[in-house]
């Protein structure tokens, strides 16, 4: 079955998000009851950016009512929901995505937002940025679309383009084995197929799980533990302000917002070495 969908070739995530952009990026971004994909409307779509990072400027506040508030990063932008409202508290608001059709939308949806801007990013590391360049680094639904081995490698990039006193916040779930979840589901339908043995039924839900995420756009959820989380944190240089508890992802496994700061002096992590072993390229030659 892995045979045959690695001969499709599997999607890596962000082109999905790429189909999903390009069809419908404000529902595939707020999906509703049961993953639905609503039409939304687009000043209630940006209100609900508005109303989050309300929230989120109040636990900032009370957190670390000093952070400064010159230039703030959006991991996973989108459309810009939160970039444009974090832009009324920041002088500086960069949106970064991994979908061509996101960054598009992005910049045509925020012409009049002089302080926000917009990078296509598809490496797995923010090389773009300079190390300490932001106050603020934010982001929410997201990381958990992304696969656990790759989030592993943002985390410490989250932390070294934190400035001194800055503050990092990004929210995830547990590990989540949605194929586990498809593949184990009780058996409903006709009497034949309640009849089938298990060894039957899992084998063929597995190729048709695979079938489905490689050849369909769909999300795909992924999570890393707590511990682990807390671990590269800490080896990073990043300092825990709180982890809440945080669903944003669904119910099926816990998930939490990670508040991190830098401490006041810490050895700078080097910026990870390209992968081709080019010097990295200026950030205005990897912003399309
Ligand atoms: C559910 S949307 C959330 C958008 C935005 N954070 C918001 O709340 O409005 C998830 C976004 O993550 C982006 N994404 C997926 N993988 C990514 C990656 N490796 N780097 C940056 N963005 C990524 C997708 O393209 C998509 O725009």
């Known amino acids: 079955m892995r045979g045959l969908a690695r001969l499709i070739g599997r999607k ?3 082109r999905h998000w790429d189909t999903l952009g390009a069809r419908n990026a404000y529902g595939a971004i707020l999906t509703g009851e049961g993953g639905a994909v609503p039409e939304w409307d687009a000043d209630a779509f940006f209100a609900t950016g508005r109303a989050d ?10 957190l670390a009512p000093d952070v400064p508030r010159r230039r703030a990063l959006d991991f996973g932008c989108g459309v810009g929901r939160i970039t444009r409202a974090l832009s009324d508290h920041f002088a500086e608001v960069a949106g970064v995505d991994a979908a061509p059709s996101m960054v ?9 937002q002089t302080r926000c801007t917009f990078a296509l990013n598809r490496e797995p590391n923010l090389r773009l940025f300079d190390t300490a360049r932001f106050d603020v680094v934010y982001s929410r639904l997201v990381l958990q679309h992304i696969e656990s081995q790759v989030v592993r490698r943002y985390i410490p990039e989250f932390v070294r383009v934190l400035g001194p006193g800055g503050v990092l916040m990004f929210q995830l779930p547990e590990p989540v084995n949605a194929e586990q979840a498809f593949c184990e589901a009780p058996v409903t339908g006709n009497a034949f197929k309640r009849w089938l043995p298990a060894s ?3 084998p063929w839900r597995r190729f048709k799980y695979r079938l489905i995420v490689d050849l ?3 999300m795909e959820m992924f999570g890393v533990s707590r511990d682990e989380v807390l671990s590269l944190v800490a080896g990073a240089g990043g300092r825990i302000l709180e982890v809440q508890p945080d669903q944003s992802h669904g119910q099926d496994v816990p998930g939490y917002a990670y508040w991190v700061t830098t401490g006041e002096h810490r050895d700078w992590p080097a910026p990870p070495a390209p992968r081709t072993g080019r010097p990295p390229e200026p950030a205005s030659r990897l912003a399309v």
């Open 12 to 14: 890596p995530v962000e």
């Open 53 to 62: 990072v309300e929230r989120f400027m109040a636990d900032l506040l009370r």
């Open 104 to 112: 598009e939308r992005a910049r045509a949806l925020n012409q009049s």
């Open 200 to 202: 039957m039924i899992r």
């Open 216 to 218: 369909s756009a769909r």
